[in-house]
């Protein structure tokens, strides 16, 4: 059974940084694309982050320069590092595994077969 369960979420203040886990089990891992989407009541869910089976990695432009996504596929876990937060990166945050994504696509639902249920981030001004 595919599972991909989120941890590491919580509320913290502005500025302050958060390390989501996304801990998988049920399919092969290191074959498959790992993203982080985010959303937000009344909103689409949106692409922040995703990282190839090579390691090669993709950010929107909201989160560069603040965001690090990681994957261990020894442990079949991928992570977020989450510097400098804002109050705009409020959302629940899921992560997702996928493929399809070439070059500097931005990733849509679509590309995205497994999900988690997702972690709740709170940023505080």
């Known amino acids: 059974q595919v599972q991909l369960v989120e941890s590491g979420g919580g509320s913290v203040q502005s500025g302050a940084s958060l390390r989501l886990s996304c801990d998988t089990r049920?399919?092969?891992?290191?074959?498959?694309?790992i993203g982080w989407f985010r959303q937000v009541p009344g909103k689409e869910r949106e692409g922040v982050s995703y990282?190839?089976?090579?390691?090669?990695?993709w950010y929107a432009d909201a989160v560069k320069d603040r965001f690090t996504i990681s994957r261990d596929n020894g442990k079949k876990s991928a992570y977020l590092e989450m510097n400098a937060l804002r109050p705009d990166d409020t959302a629940v945050y899921y992560c997702?595994?996928?493929?399809?994504?070439?070059?500097?696509?931005?990733?849509?639902?679509?590309?995205?077969?497994?999900w988690g249920q997702g972690t709740q981030v709170t940023v505080s001004s």
């Open positions: 990282i190839r089976e090579d390691g090669t990695a």
């Open positions: 049920g399919f092969i891992f290191d074959r498959y694309i």
């Open positions: 997702a595994a996928g493929g399809g994504l070439t070059g500097d696509l931005a990733p849509t639902l679509r590309h995205f077969w497994y």
